[in-house]
């Protein structure tokens, strides 16, 4: 783990569970994996405070142990997952697209507590969403429920590993820690659940003053006298699926920039066929023929059979290669080229770096490089048409900043430098993580710098958060004009300049950490797709 | 000793390397010497593409505020704990302990009534009886009689319920260094509450 991974996995746990977790959590990364008192004693913390982090860090699958020979249990921390929390927010929001309001506050639920079991979430999902409703509607547990399982049909969310069940009648000594199975085809199987029930709104007017004690008594009811019918049966949110769709997104929005409309849906009917056939890290997809996608093609779109071999032909010709023809039976056979997508999105974004860093021209020079492989000096100020002093100067700029490596091919054994060819040559991979590194680093600072200006003004906020509370309650309680303009310039004009600076630019270094944590998932997964062939 | 005439003489204004090859020719002028550290940021040559606005790039950016402020509330923020005190440097009507031992033994609650409504503050009088009811609904749930009483408590709990809360658990957390009630407790420990 590097350095700036650390930084940034300590900022963001800090931010989202406290400085002790955090500290825990840090430790745990740079270290590795130890046992708990090892823990609390380099740490320098209470045994009951590491207890309490561990709990929090496995709840939310950031940690995860093992049980090592003579019962000794270790934990281990897993940093790249604690970097998917920046990535939250975009899971909500891809949820709420899919499947609408019920399936964000649904993957927002499971996200913000980790694990929890279905009935807990379709009761917590189906309460939140009453008091959005109008008055006197609810929301019924069993849409919830089918929104739930539409999202574990589509693999959104899965089952966490689970105790398995003994069977053997001697007890024997119970293990320090539960061995977690689970199987494949159990990971998405929805357990028989007749939730019947609405949702709950938190209400304190009189008119309810009836349900509550009904509440209060089905509460006790359900808590003593049945046993939440999935004890045990967990969920969690299956980040993978999400990242396959966002992949799937990318690709198809590339395709729709660098030919039309149509054939982008085309893409996007085949990778929707090929969603659940195809593994995740496979480098391309299943051969799908002319004739099925045809069939599956989306019912507004009429385009006939031949208009849709010709747009197959043209995207497998294209050069990108993200479509490729595998065969000719059933009217041509035609596969996605997954990990060649991804190395022409991560290429396109090395490219748009270079030029949005050092200008166009350099970004000319890179694209030559990389069309060309490999250069000579001499070579790259003719292609280029650039002068040989700027083209040399933009290549010593980009070589220093390493989007650019020098390759020595050596004419004499002793290598000297002036009987040895000295190429310039484009490494995607390293070119690629040491972007990714810069992004790591990026994201830190902003968030370093959005924690500074909120602490600068944390008066004024605190402030303004009293002010508003106040005017609230005032409200509430049916105050005249008069008192509330009163209350309203206790912030004076200055200061409220202020505050609208401050949330102006903490607006903005949260949309860049978001625009940051884009590329960071294309480098990513570029980056593990080419490690998955070697 | 004498060549050594505090570098004056032959073979002074030499230098280890040759000066051409660094690209300084004989004769040009030296490029200007630095006076000082070189600027904290470098010049920005490009400025930044504008961050991408619009309907999504918004609702996403209020779900990550939201999320973030959610997260603080939730029970997995862990907040520091509160130091511990010396109590008995300390006035004692300032220790709230009457509560950890209701909780424990139920039976011992009648006889324990008295000496407790000496105490000065009010608060704390209303936090006892509020906290009885909460006894006797747990040992008789099945006791409706309860159930108005319990109604009223809830009420009265809703309005001065977060600071009477804040305050006890900071104080129990505290005193009591027991491990196992760690789990068991919530973990408001708001010591930076200010309301």
């Not at chain 1, 921390?77 to 697209?97: D, E, N």
């Not at chain 1, 100067?393 to 390493?402: H, I």
Request: hydrophobic content about 35%; some cysteine; charged content about 30%.
């Amino acid at each position: 783990m590097t350095q700036a991974e650390i930084k940034l996995c300590s900022l963001l746990l800090q931010e989202h569970f406290g400085e002790i977790v955090e500290k825990i959590g840090v430790h745990l990364i740079r270290t590795g994996s130890q046992p708990l008192r090892v823990i609390a004693h380099d740490t320098g913390t209470s045994l009951d405070q590491v207890k309490k982090a561990l709990c929090v860090l496995i709840q939310h699958n950031l940690v995860i142990y093992q049980v090592h020979k003579r019962g000794v249990v270790e934990y281990e921390a897993q940093c790249s997952r604690v970097l998917r929390m920046l990535r939250y927010p975009r899971y909500i929001y891809t949820a709420k697209t899919l499947y609408s309001d019920t399936g964000e506050l649904i993957v927002e639920e499971l996200l913000l507590n980790g694990k929890m079991t279905m009935s807990a979430v379709v009761k917590k999902v189906a309460d939140r969403l009453t008091e959005t409703m109008e008055d006197g509607k609810t929301m019924d547990y069993a849409e919830v429920s089918n929104t739930f399982m539409r999202l574990a049909d589509t693999h959104f969310v899965q089952r966490c590993p689970w105790v398995p069940a003994t069977e053997n009648s001697d007890p024997g000594p119970l293990p320090p820690a539960p061995i977690l199975v689970i199987s494949e085809k159990d990971m998405y199987l929805v357990p028989k659940l007749s939730l019947i029930g609405k949702g709950k709104r938190r209400r304190s007017s009189d008119e309810d003053a009836t349900g509550e004690p009904k509440a209060k008594r089905t509460k006790h009811s359900t808590d003593n006298k049945e046993p939440i019918p999935d004890d045990g049966i967990y969920w969690q949110a299956n980040l993978d699926r999400f990242h396959q769709h966002f992949r799937d997104q990318a690709i198809v929005s590339a395709v729709a920039n660098r030919m039309d409309q149509t054939s982008s849906e085309i893409v996007r009917t085949m990778l929707r066929m090929s969603e659940i056939t195809t593994p995740s890290a496979a480098p391309f997809t299943q051969p799908l023929s002319s004739n099925e996608i045809f069939r599956s093609l989306p019912v507004g779109y009429n385009i006939s059979k031949q208009v849709l071999d010709q747009y197959l032909t043209l995207l497998a010709d294209d050069p990108l290669e993200f479509v490729g023809k595998s065969g000719d039976s059933g009217g041509g056979m035609y596969v996605i080229n997954l990990h060649k997508a991804l190395g022409s999105l991560a290429t396109a974004t090395l490219e748009s770096v270079v030029q949005e860093r050092f200008g166009s021209r350099c970004a000319r020079i890179f694209r030559l490089v990389l069309q060309k492989k490999h250069l000579e000096q001499k070579q790259v100020e003719d292609l280029a048409m650039i002068p040989a002093k700027e083209a040399k100067d933009m290549l010593y700029k980009m070589l220093s900043g390493n989007f650019i490596s020098l390759q020595e091919i050596p004419k004499t054994p002793d290598h000297a430098p002036s009987r040895t060819f000295y190429l310039y040559t484009v490494n995607i991979l390293s070119a690629a993580r040491m972007l990714l590194h810069r992004c790591y680093k990026s994201i830190a600072n902003l968030i370093e710098r959005r924690q500074f200006e909120t602490k600068e003004n944390k008066r004024l906020l605190e402030k303004s958060q009293r002010v508003e509370a106040i005017i609230a309650s005032m409200q509430a309680t049916g105050a005249e004009e008069a008192q509330l303009q009163e209350i309203e310039e206790m912030i004076t004009a200055p200061e409220r300049q202020q505050l609208e600076t401050l949330k102006r630019n903490v607006n903005k270094l949260d949309a860049s950490e978001i625009q940051v944590d884009e590329t960071i998932f294309l480098l990513e997964s570029y980056i593990e797709s080419t490690m998955k062939r070697q | 000793m004498a060549s050594r005439g505090g570098g004056r003489g032959r073979g002074r204004g030499q230098l280890t390397f040759n000066m051409e090859a660094v690209g300084i020719g004989k004769g040009d002028a030296l490029p200007p010497s630095t006076l000082q550290p070189s600027p904290l940021f470098p010049p920005l040559e490009f400025r930044p593409v504008p961050l991408p606005a619009g309907e999504e790039g918004e609702y996403v950016l209020a779900l990550k505020q939201e999320l973030r402020g959610a997260m603080r509330q939730l029970p997995y923020f862990i907040r520091p704990a509160v130091p511990k005190r010396d109590w008995r440097r300390l006035p004692r009507e300032l220790k709230i302990r009457v509560r950890k031992l209701q909780k424990e033994r139920t039976t011992i609650l009648i006889p324990k009534r008295p000496p407790k409504n000496t105490e000065d503050k009010e608060e704390t009088i209303q936090k006892l009886e509020t906290l009885e009811k909460k006894e006797e609904e747990v040992t008789s749930e099945e006791d409706e009689e309860k159930e108005e009483e319990e109604e009223k408590e809830e009420e009265e709990e809703e309005e001065y319920d977060e600071e009477e809360h804040e305050e006890e658990t900071d104080y129990i957390m505290s005193y009591f260094d027991n491990g196992e009630d760690f789990g068991g407790d919530s973990d408001d420990n708001m010591d930076e509450a200010i309301y």
